[in-house]
């Protein structure tokens, strides 16, 4: 699981982060947390799915008593997105987070979008 940063129009970091893990992980997910930048990616050991996860999701709600469990597997449910693209792949010799995360800021300042902050 990795905390991923992005805005509304440029997913640029988790589709790239998405690719790279997804060499090594055969499945991957990713889900929005809600009135934020921020995106976390899980990735499974042995392939998996959605339709997997809310079955889990299923089981849960009817079953546990932890609420805080309940809660993290709702927001994720609710908030969970598609599949990223295949892009690049970062290596350990070409791992550009920093300028990709530089180019997402200033791209989102200079649309004007900084208007959406709360």
């Known amino acids: 699981m990795i905390n991923i ?6 997913r640029t970091l988790v589709n790239d982060l998405g690719t790279t ?3 090594v992980f055969p499945s991957i997910f990713v889900m929005d947390i809600p009135g934020s930048f921020n995106s976390i ?12 996860f809310e079955a889990n999701y299923t ?3 009817h079953n546990s008593s932890n609420p805080l469990l309940v809660d993290a597997m709702t927001m994720t449910m609710e908030n969970q997105q598609p599949t990223p693209p ?10 550009p987070i920093e300028w990709v995360t530089n180019k997402i800021v200033i791209d989102f300042i200079l649309s004007g979008s900084v208007k959406e902050l709360p």
Do not use: C, H, M
Request: no cysteine; proline share 6%; hydrophobic share 30%.
């Open 59 to 61: 089981q849960v709600i």
């Open 21 to 23: 893990i997804g060499q």
């Open 41 to 52: 990616l899980f990735a499974t050991k042995t392939p998996s799915s959605w339709e997997n």
């Open 86 to 95: 295949e892009t690049r792949v970062y290596t350990d010799d070409r791992s």
């Open 5 to 10: 940063g992005q805005v509304p129009l440029d």
